[in-house]
């Protein structure tokens, strides 16, 4: 069970939330033009960190919004919390 | 053991309530405020209990959670309860308890020969020798043979609620330091405390006090705490678990210690906690003495032993000798003697004791042995006699034997294990402390402090020297684990046997694994381990704490969801209606629709025949209200949904509708459904039954990650709207003789257009669409007035022998028709290619979520399963979906059906199916395998029935 | 034909325990209002042509006769009396079109809304959701909406009344109810 800070409806339990995995991860501008092996890492290469991981989460049980959260995969501490039009934090801020 | 009738006075039992209870079919008589275990050995009962692996007998060991001998099983029935510690059972009027893994009963039991057994049966027997010829052939014997208690057979009659709680502050356990703790922090007004403990009662060891100044500070410090709004008090509470950001979970047992009786509270309570500050003060547990028949009945926690006397006010001995390795077990001797009973003997491995103990020890004319070690124990059904060797300068030998002592009772202290259970799951690193020889919380990793002895911090000097076992004797029958029958030897065996780390040795030998999960053995084990493995013990560490601290009810996890309430459940505006017209409900993802509606004796085939054909030669009403209806808004949203779907919506004029396939990013269908342009800027979308609510998540999605640049609302309404599919050639008839402002004429109202106005005085949508093949309309009506739509129209109908269908009759209509059904048609692999959409892919320009992955390598593989119709070749044939389509060579699968029904239109079975490289075979002769039997068909062009399409424009 | 009659979610179920009590509230009339608020200052120029106190995230605030609550960013749902949302909807719906800056939909059908009561209306609330329902927490005011008996559901605690409101989807309402029954069973008489 962890505690997340949503954006706008403040603290919540897990269970409110759905994890939608990494964050960050850039539409290619025109898909038609970029190789399979770029398209395929785009749909599925993603990272596996043991530290902070960039992921976004959604407030299903509440008011919908999608956000960005860093949380360090080892101790399950939320280190960030922001929005989709704010800019990852950088490692100082994290304390990291 | 002695029978104590009588009571010392100061006893914390209500000698003015006695209480009768039965135990092993024999009625005994306790007191309120006993426990049943207190009860058991006022009755002189010694033996309680069996071992689960040798069927050894077992006496009361301890007074509380540690408790690992007397797990009785408590009443009977549907209200059996397993493996109840005896320690834990208030004592009620009528309790019923039996001994387990016994037979006759643990007194006598048949299997206790297993204990001469021991030496053939180590660590890993089980791993080595049912091997052969496989596990599973002696499984039954084992089972029947090792075990401990029943889990009853029957449903639980009693209730379990679920509820949560925020503090600030969290004290968890009510002895003199958690109440301190909670006198503190509930000082001030605003803070909320909230202060939790296991027992019947608070005060935890204070309870087992002999002195007068102890009871009265309780009982001041508990008034104190009654008097203050600000904190609220949870007894007969275990916290089991502690998880990240502070939130624990707790079990309530609210009404269980009344007996087997149904009332309104529930049995238990499932607390989660969500705390601000947590105050851990759930003290230390005493640790056995290691030695060789250490588990016989009579042999009890010194502790144990003064709290029976001091709280239970029984008189348990005329003969205790006292064991131990530290001075705790002194002062529980001497307490013994201050209130006037006898105390045989200390025996103590230490050769020097603090002289001031010794001195009083004396003084009160107990014998003492320094630098002596307790070799054997004898005795049937109780410990009688106790053999004593000096151990030798080194430690590591016996000298000569120094004497044997006759007694009644063996109480022992190894020294104080702190209760760090609750500490380390929250993630606090612990640490090694030699002068006591235990763990101690270090580090804490969340907000949390550790007080009183959990902390370590004893009170009283222990001057512990550890003897993780007795030297120079077999470490045979040295027990560490009395439930689950594991010896020092065991311990030894699995580190010759090169499993050194703890974890290993723990699942080898099973140490610890027992229901108590190790409260009394784990430290003895791992001290063992170090000795054998010659390392210091921190350095072989603690297995890991998991939750639960202690075992949790079940039901208690479940709460109220159960049965009917297992799932949220979704109920259609006309749920009414469609009981009254007998209609049989099936749940839909989460809603619940009428799937038919049988007339009397009427089989569910013979109802969807009658439906489907009253579909086609008249009319037919359908609740479609979980029809989905998301609403589009924005100077965007044409963008976003030509982006959205794989059709062109920048083509689709005001007023129109139009079919549309949505993919995922991976080209996957997710959905398909009619868009209709109902303004520029204004979209409706239909989108699958029961999928409302996840389309309406991808959309947002889309619209708050990726493209945040567009302006875009997505609305879900479906819920607002009650539709009603009316189908069939006599279907506008029918809607004619409603009041509304929509021409539904034939040449006004064509198929895939969609009208606003108002029916019967409300607000109303019409879209001409059909999923059945005949004229359809899809009537949308506020949701409250669906009721009285549906009535409207069953009435209107009836001169045209309406007939109310349900969604399997609509599953039989669309699969004569070949239409689509996504989920049942298709699968987590099928892309639009596959359903037959390339060419029209490749006459929209524009990019569209999961277009690019239509282009990979997969996407273009000629053997792709493609969706097709199967004809069977037997006219009388019937196949049910799911039946596997197989290669040529009948070796593997190659598709399978994914709809089937028997069609009364046409006399024979009509069916669709995901076939490998189907489009590219249409006539191809083909082999079907369903249950149990192959036959023959082929693959055809879906849609066997009206294959023209005329009748829904009729 | 005459005009269709309608009916209630619940239908006149409802649950009446000595410290606990569930009714549905059929007084209200629901309208979603909408807004384009991502670019900066829409919100308060919606708030402004409108006229209307527009609530901050998890508030709720009166006007006159109109209660709104927060729903979601850029999202709020505005209750007024039954029959008359329709009108409202419209009216409101002309004050923005010039601006095309939000959106109005009337939900009063796709809601059930449910008066919770009781002594003991905290303790079984606390039972359906993590949120700390304790009168510090969640006062007068309040808005939000939750994870509720496994369903997403608004709860609020508006000004001036005597309980808590609960909505959540129509077709929800039966299943609140049974759930609400079972949660609540020693609710009785202390």
Known sequence: MIVIQCPWCGSRSEEEFTCGGESHILRPEKPAEVSDEEWAAYLYQRKNPKGVHYERWRHTYGCRQWFNVARDTVTHEVVAVYRMNEPRPTPEAEGA | MKRTVERLSGARVDVSRPLTFMFDGQPYRGFAGDSLASALLANGLSVVGRSFKLHRPRGVLGTGKEECNALVQLESGAFSEPNARATLVPLYKGLNATGQNAWPNVQFDLLGAMGALKRFLPASFYYKT??????????????????????????????????????????????????????????DESCRVLLIDEQEEFGGALLASPLDADRQWLDDALAQLEARANITLLRRTTVNGYYDNNVLAALERVSNHLGPVVVERPRERLWRIFAGRVVLATGALERPMVFPNNDRPGIMLASALAEYTHRYGLTLAERPVFYTNNDTAWRRALALADAGLPVLAIVDTRTAVDGELLQQAEAAGIDIYLGTAITNTAGRGGVRKVTLHRIAADGGSLGGAVTSLRCDLLAMSGGWTPTIHLYSQSGGRLQYRDSDACFVPADAHQSVSVVGRANGDFGEPANLQPQWLTPDVSSEKQWLDFQYDVTASDIQLAARENFVSVEHVKRYTTNGMSVDQGKTSNINGLGVLAQTLGRPVPEVGTTRFRPPYHPTTVGAFAGVELGALYAPYQRLPAHALHEAAGAVFEDYGAWRRPAYYPGPGESEERALARESLAVRQGVGLLDYSPLGKLEVHGPDAREFLNRVYINNIQTLKVGGARYGLMLDEGGIVIDDGIVVCLAEDHFLLNTTSGGAQAIHQHLEEWLQCEWLDLEVIVNNLTSQWATLMLSGPKARDVLCKLSGDIDVSREAFAHMQFREGTLLGQPCRILRASFTGEVSFEISVPAGHGPALWQALMTAGDEYDIAPFGLESLMLLRTEKGYLHIGSDTDGNTMPQDLGWAPAIEKKPADFIGRRSLAQAVGKDPDRFQFTGIELMDPDGRVESGAHVLTSDGSSTAGYVTSAFHSPSLGRTVALGLVAGAHARDGEKITIFGQGSKQAARLVKPGAYDEAGEALNG | MDNAARESVLAGHELARERFSVRENTSLGLIRLQAFHRKAGNVDAVARQLGLPLPRPCQSARDEDMQLFWSAPGEWILASPAGSEREIAQLLQSRLDNSALAVTSVVTDSRVTLELGGAAVRDVLARGSTLDFHPSQFGAGR????????IPAMLTYPEGGEGFLLFADRSLGHYLLDWFAAASADCVAE
């Not at chain 2, 075990?147 to 925020?166: F, R, T, V």
Request: charge should be positive; include cysteine.
């Open chain 2, 130 to 187: 049912f091997m052969w010829p496989n596990w599973h052939s002696w499984e039954w014997l084992i089972r029947r043979v090792a075990g401990l208690g029943a889990a009853p057979l029957s449903a639980d009659p009693q209730g379990y609620i679920k509820q949560n709680i925020h503090a600030d502050v969290v004290v968890i356990g009510a002895g003199r330091s958690g109440l301190q703790a909670a006198l503190s922090a509930s000082a």
């Open chain 3, 143 to 150: 808005c939000v909406t939750t994870r509720f008996a496994g």
